[in-house]
């Protein structure tokens, strides 16, 4: 959510640093600040509370000039919201400190430096940085060498930008689990936490490494590694000035959407996770206080977020042992509720204005529902206004009107609540690294099910002349097949149903013929053996089956079952990576039916009315 921008420069760069901060807004904050380096005059500060327009206007007012700066947008995670725990710190009026992540080991080192003498002026983690590289400058040569010593003591996840009136004209950066971009000028430099900052300035980027150190000037860059030996990293030239708004290589931007999922992914996951862990900061100040009295989970939705949160109550119930309900929006409101105690309400949404969440969210705090949490992508919408604790999927726009890789990054988000939520409920250190661990491969698994691409796209011809489809998944799967359904009807306008395979009997297999089409998600999980019985049911009865499994599961292709094998995945993270192909399958039908893939009939982006 924070976002960072820093440059060294010739010419004042406040006009740089403002634009950059403004171009990161999309990820969500509360206040936003710049300092800046002047020969003779030290370091001059703004910070303010709210848009990054307050601050621009407090800069023009205060006429503020300089050639070295930092700049911040700032979502509060220690300390609420104010000017005195807004961006950029500062020690002594030496050096300031902006940074993205969290230190799980402030509340240490902020003991350890108060036993030094230091006094601390707000609530943040950020502040104890500040005061360490300025403890640690007294025993070295200079800031780069400090910040290098500071760092070894953190713990957690950060992007550090760092000026000194002591090192006139230098910046010194540090990552480690949260990004930071270095952008390379003729006779300037600048970093940034997203490429997207420095797209008014350069196209020359270069990606920092995890551990990696730089030590920015004017007139050169120097990157060191973990280990401290300089090393050399590649230039690349980005493309991020028209990323949000043009096509570029696609065909449309629903295609696009659904190819920048992993990247999509790791971004709702940077700075979430530290060593072996989730952070569970990210979540905003109040977090922990709220989640210690959750005795239950009611989570609220609409279409494609609906079927996310019946993904999470497998979870939530899995891990935690919490009692969830997952509603429709506009059926939660019209009905009478008995309101369990300590029942913590999470809403679900691409555009955090779906006018049925909302008033379902206005109905539930009505009815003493105690604290609201929202999912969502877009910072300044209403229903981000309306809840206490916020979690953004940082999914980036989303143009097409059926949403992917919104869809996947909520899936993300859920499961990092689910694991801070079972932490109280007896999950153990070993079972949240296993989970972490998936997490951390997730969008690289992704990726692998992003390269089935040509073989789904020559298996959707077979959908071009039919009418109906059938979906199957068995447990936390059965909510994946649901939103396979969904895309395909979305899409391609072929009508298309989704059951719990174990359903069959009941109803749906007189439906099954040769003429229709059934698409089975199939993991290597507990439930598959129950579920190749189910496809049997299939094959007796004629029915043509399309099964994406993975490797070991004993589900082999033959007459009338075609297989698609996908990479094999952990538990949890399963859900997310089938969800890839079933868009995929979905899109290339659409695709040959010749259908308005970003925009189909009679659907909106936004529902904004009920």
Not at 300 to 329: D, K, Q
Not at 398 to 417: D, M
Not at 420 to 440: C, F, M, P, S, Y
Request: aromatic content about 6%; hydrophobic content about 40%; proline content about 4%.
């Amino acid at each position: 959510m924070c976002g960072i921008v820093g440059a060294v420069s010739q010419r004042s760069v406040v006009p740089i640093l403002l634009e950059g901060l403004k171009r990161l807004e999309y990820r969500g904050y509360d206040s936003a600040g710049v300092a800046v380096l002047n020969t003779g005059d030290g370091i001059e500060r703004l910070r303010t509370v709210g848009k990054v327009a307050v601050l621009e206007h407090s800069v023009r007012e205060q006429q503020l000039t300089g050639a070295t700066g930092i700049a911040h947008t700032r979502w509060a995670t220690h300390g609420i919201p104010n000017e005195d725990n807004a961006h950029p710190h500062i020690s002594h009026d030496r050096l300031a400190v902006v940074h993205n992540g969290i230190i799980e080991n402030h509340e240490a080192l902020r003991q350890k430096l108060e036993d030094l003498g230091y006094q601390f002026a707000s609530q943040t983690d950020t502040e104890v940085i500040a005061h360490l590289i300025h403890h640690h400058r007294k025993h070295h040569a200079d800031l780069l060498a400090a910040t290098r010593a500071a760092i070894q003591e953190f713990e957690g996840a950060y992007a550090v930008a760092v000026l000194s009136r002591d090192d006139p004209g230098r910046i010194i950066g540090a990552r480690k689990g949260s990004p930071l971009v270095i952008g390379i000028g003729i006779e300037e430099h600048f970093l940034a936490s997203d490429v997207l900052a420095l797209a008014p300035v350069t196209r020359q980027i270069i990606y920092l490494h995890e551990g990696d150190v730089v030590d920015l000037q004017r007139s050169r860059c120097t990157v060191y590694a973990a280990d401290g030996g300089q090393v050399e990293r590649s230039v690349c030239v980005s493309q991020a000035s028209a990323d949000a708004v043009d096509r570029g290589p696609y065909r449309n931007f629903t295609q696009k959407e659904i190819f920048e999922q992993p990247q999509a992914i790791a971004d709702t996951l940077e700075g979430r996770i530290g060593k072996n862990r989730i952070l569970e900061q990210a979540f905003g100040v109040k977090a922990a206080a709220v989640f210690d009295k959750v005795e239950a989970v009611q989570i609220i939705a609409c279409g494609t977020s609906y079927h996310a949160g019946l993904v999470a109550r497998y979870w939530l119930e899995g891990l935690a042992g919490l009692p969830c309900e997952v509603e429709i929006a506009s059926e939660f409101r019209y009905r009478k509720h008995a309101v369990r105690p300590n029942t913590l309400i999470v809403t679900i949404s691409q555009s955090g204005e779906t006018a049925d969440t909302l008033a379902a969210l206005r109905y539930a705090r009505s009815l003493g529902y105690a604290h609201a949490l929202a999912i969502c992508n877009v910072p300044e919408s209403s229903l981000v206004r309306d809840s206490e604790l916020v979690l953004f999927t940082r999914a980036g726009p989303e143009i097409g009107v059926a949403s992917t890789k919104a869809f996947t990054t909520q899936l993300g988000c859920l499961l990092l609540l689910v694991i801070a939520l079972a932490r109280r409920h007896g999950l153990t250190a070993e079972q949240e690294k296993a989970i972490v661990a998936e997490l951390e491969h997730l969008p690289g698994h992704v990726r692998s099910a992003l390269a089935l691409n040509d073989t789904i796209r020559r298996l959707a011809e077979r959908f071009a002349d039919k009418r109906h489809a059938l979906f199957l998944g068995r447990g936390v799967q059965f909510p994946i097949a649901l939103e396979g359904a969904l895309k395909l009807k979305e899409l391609s306008y072929i009508h298309a149903e989704a059951y719990a395979a174990g359903e069959l009997k009941h109803g749906p297999l007189a439906l099954v013929d040769a003429d229709m089409p059934v698409v089975a998600v199939a993991p290597n999980d507990d439930l598959l053996e129950k579920l190749k019985s189910n496809l049997q049911e299939v094959r007796a009865r004629g029915g043509e089956l399309l099964v994406f499994s993975e490797p070991g599961t004993g589900v082999r292709a033959g007459d009338g079952t075609t297989i698609v094998q996908l990479p094999a995945t952990g538990e949890f993270t399963a859900p997310i990576i089938y969800t890839i192909p079933l868009q995929l399958l979905a899109y290339y039908v659409a695709i040959v039916k010749g259908t308005d893939v970003d925009q189909p009939r009679n659907l909106a982006k936004s529902v904004t009315v009920e």
